[in-house]
T-cell receptor, first 114, second 117 residues
Framework: ETGVTQTPRHLVMGMTNKKSLKCEQHLGHNAMYWYKQSAKKPLELMFVYNFKEQTENNSVPSRFSPECPNSSHLFLHLHTLQPEDSALYLC?????????????FGSGTRLTVV | AQTVTQSQPEMSVQEAETVTLSCTYD???????LFWYKQPPSRQMILVIR??????QNATENRFSVNFQKAAKSFSLKISDSQLGDAAMYFCAYRFVYGGSQGNLIFGKGTKLSVKP
């Protein structure tokens, strides 16, 4: 474990389902991120939270809804997804001030939309 | 906007040999950080090595070293004495020193490295 835990590891959901992805870190970081990783595409930054406040939303469809109740937890709520949303969803955390330290990533949730 | 380019989608190396992965980036800033991340089949993105742009000396971490050419905006990763466990996707990444949206990590598309026994 690297300090960032993501659950579930795998998720299969129908297009009409509602599910949530969870990310948790206890590294004392104050910034958390959601990335989408699709085959043959660069990692796509979806959302950024700094000190629990959303500071970035990179034109993500509203069927993805993030929630950050505190600096240690981050959720991604999913509803009425499309098959093209199938991907690996990675959570990461960092010290916002410590730009040189990079991010610590979780192992991701492999999402399949059927 | 900053961009990171990895021009080698796939690379292959013989075990115990040396391989170099290429990365170029585009930025108008002078203060930034560069990183190489490794993503094995387990999917965990692991930080391999980092370089501060204001340091001329190339970073080294055991068998991993970089060739940082700031003027050319080039940041290649050299893996010496390659091991089977080095097989993974390798991502080059850039991060501006200061905060805000420019302080987010920007990744290249990655290079898939295979290691032959």
């Amino acid at each position: 474990e690297t300090g960032v835990t993501q659950t579930p590891r795998h998720l299969v959901m129908g297009m009409t389902n509602k599910k949530s992805l969870k990310c948790e870190q206890h590294l004392g970081h104050n910034a958390m991120y959601w990335y989408k990783q699709s085959a043959k595409k660069p990692l796509e930054l979806m959302f950024v939270y700094n000190f629990k406040e959303q500071t970035e939303n990179n034109s993500v469809p509203s069927r993805f809804s993030p929630e950050c109740p505190n600096s240690s937890h981050l959720f991604l709520h999913l509803h009425t997804l499309q098959p093209e949303d199938s991907a690996l969803y990675l959570c990461a955390s960092s010290h916002q001030e410590g730009q040189g330290h990079g991010y610590t990533f979780g192992s991701g949730t492999r999402l399949t939309v059927v | 906007a900053q961009t990171v380019t990895q021009s080698q989608p796939e690379m292959s190396v013989q075990e115990a040999e040396t391989v170099t992965l290429s990365c170029t980036y585009d930025t108008s800033e002078s203060d930034y950080y560069l990183f190489w991340y490794k993503q094995p089949p387990s999917r965990q993105m692991i930080l391999v090595i980092r370089q501060e742009a204001y340091k001329q000396q190339n970073a080294t971490e055991n068998r991993f070293s970089v060739n940082f050419q700031k003027a050319a905006k080039s940041f290649s990763l050299k893996i010496s004495d390659s091991q089977l466990g080095d097989a993974a996707m390798y991502f080059c990444a850039y991060r501006f020193v200061y905060g805000g949206s420019q302080g987010n990590l920007i990744f290249g598309k990655g290079t898939k490295l295979s290691v032959k026994p």
